[in-house]
């Protein structure tokens, strides 16, 4: 068995999968439409910063909660973009799926690592 081969199947049926073929047509329909585009690029950018935030165990500011809940209003009745973030919720949750599937089946655990054991500035955490 070469691994590369069945990482060649792999793709291929990600690619084919009815819920990959959903998710490229939801974000085909939202670029014909460039004030959609615009306002989901917008939407997403500000998302990432607030997970941003979260994942270095801050609050983010008020005023981009704030932003993101004006985007958010803006966005959610776009039919188009709800597609999108349904399709998009939808295929994250299958390749998280997958990176779980990999990790439990190799028993990878990067804490043996250490790299940085006083804290990624050199401070405890």
């Known amino acids: 068995m070469n691994i590369y081969d069945k990482l060649y199947d792999l793709t291929n049926a990600i690619k084919s999968s ?24 917008d939407y997403l950018k500000v998302q990432m910063q607030i997970q941003m935030a979260k994942m270095m ?11 993101f809940n004006m985007l958010y209003t803006a966005v959610s009745p776009i039919e188009s973009i709800g597609e ?7 295929f994250s949750s299958i390749v998280d799926d997958i990176m779980k599937a990999i990790t439990d089946a190799t028993k990878i655990d990067a804490s043996f690592l250490n790299i940085y054991p006083d804290g990624l500035f050199g ?3």
């Open 123 to 125: 401070m405890d955490e």
């Open 84 to 90: 999108f973030m349904q399709a998009q919720a939808y």
């Open 18 to 41: 009815a819920e990959f073929q959903r998710y490229k047509y939801a974000a085909e329909k939202v670029e014909q439409n460039p004030t959609h585009s615009q306002m989901l690029k």
């Open 57 to 67: 165990g801050t609050e983010p500011p008020q005023e981009v909660v704030e932003q």
